[in-house]
């Protein structure tokens, strides 16, 4: 059977569409992806602590610190699956330098706890990532009373990392990274309400207002720390493929499931998901952007309402007195 010139044209124009569509795939999977953190530099000599290290970007990111030389502390709630990450960063970088510690952000005693024997151990400190987080749960209260969201994803991370400041400072140059999220743009702090006790609980409200926590603690802490050697960064990670997203199918079931699928296309992967956080965490030169807020490897202004000095130091005032800490400047 002869072909004809349109058979031929109806032929390549399928070839062409094809081809434009898998081209069109890997530039939407490129851009999805984000930034990459291209610095080499070295952590030899060095202690990195990463909370909720044992799955998602925190796992990804304690590999890549210890590919880089670093002694990696891997804070987590479970330590089964804490070892079995710590094991696997260890096989798959070479680096034998990597442990693991039980930490419970929902307990303000497990907190001290873990504070106590880490400045007991641990020679040094020069990295701080505050990882771990929880995202959209029902309305759950910690031991200490406190609503869950809050407590594990600020009030947590502001005692642990109060509590490491001597051995913070006495490493300096050294680094807080705090893990935020774009939620933060919709979030409020309610001062008169932060538990939801008087109004009705809204796992999305809840969760944006302790993202927006994130942010102002870190510039907050930066302030605080100016001139000591500490620099306080936080960031976005971007929507990413992890655990975190248990929560929400209880709240919006198809978005629970797009969220949770495998195969979801349009989300990053927990690597490309932690090149912010590894950028902030060893890029040179940011010392000059203590208390500022990144995302796709890059600074980026954080929302107006994460950027109110007095809401900041409210937060932090308010957060000391319930985490039990010492009031000082």
Same mark, same amino acid.
């Given at each position: ?27 939407? @999977?490129?851009?999805? !992806? ?7 530099? &070295? ?5 990195? %602590?990463? $909370? =909720? ?17 670093? @002694?990696?502390?891997? !804070? ?7 070892? &079995? ?5 260890? %096989?798959? $970088? =070479? ?235």
């Amino acid at each position: 059977m002869t072909m004809t010139v349109w058979d031929h044209f109806d032929r390549w124009a399928l070839g062409a569409a094809v081809a434009a569509s898998v081209l069109g795939a890997w530039l939407l @999977r490129r851009w999805i !992806a984000g930034g990459v953190c291209r610095c080499s530099a &070295r952590l030899d000599g060095k202690t990195v %602590l990463i $909370t =909720g290290a044992n799955t998602g970007i925190g796992k990804e990111t304690a590999r890549d610190m210890a590919r880089r030389g670093a @002694r990696v502390v891997m !804070a987590c709630r479970d330590l089964t699956r804490a070892e &079995r990450a710590a094991e696997e960063v260890r %096989l798959s $970088t =070479g680096n034998g330098n990597v442990v693991i510690r039980h930490l419970d952000l929902a307990s303000t005693c497990s907190v001290k706890q873990f504070a106590k024997e880490f400045l007991d151990s641990e020679e040094r400190l020069d990295i701080l990532i505050n990882n771990a987080g929880i995202m959209m749960c029902p309305k759950w209260l910690t031991e200490d009373g406190f609503e869950t969201q809050l407590a594990v994803n600020h009030l947590g991370h502001f005692l642990l990392t109060n509590l490491l400041l001597p051995k913070l400072r006495s490493s300096t140059p050294s680094r807080v990274v705090t893990v935020s999220s774009l939620a933060h743009e919709g979030g409020k702090m309610d001062f008169d309400d932060l538990f939801f006790a008087k109004r009705p609980y809204s796992a999305m409200t809840s969760y944006k207002q302790s993202k927006l926590a994130n942010v102002l603690f870190s510039r907050e802490l930066a302030r605080r720390m100016k001139g000591t050697g500490v620099t306080a960064l936080s960031l976005h990670p971007g929507v990413i493929r992890t655990e975190l997203g248990r929560h929400i199918e209880s709240w919006f079931p198809l978005l629970g499931v797009l969220l949770t699928a495998p195969s979801m296309l349009l989300m990053k992967t927990p690597s490309q998901g932690a090149q912010t956080t590894i950028y902030c965490a060893v890029t040179p030169g940011l010392e000059n952007l203590s208390g500022g807020y990144f995302s796709d490897c890059k600074e980026k202004r954080a929302a107006e309402v994460a950027r109110d000095n007095d809401a900041a130091r409210k937060l932090w005032d308010v957060s000391t007195q319930l985490v039990g800490l010492s009031v000082k400047e």
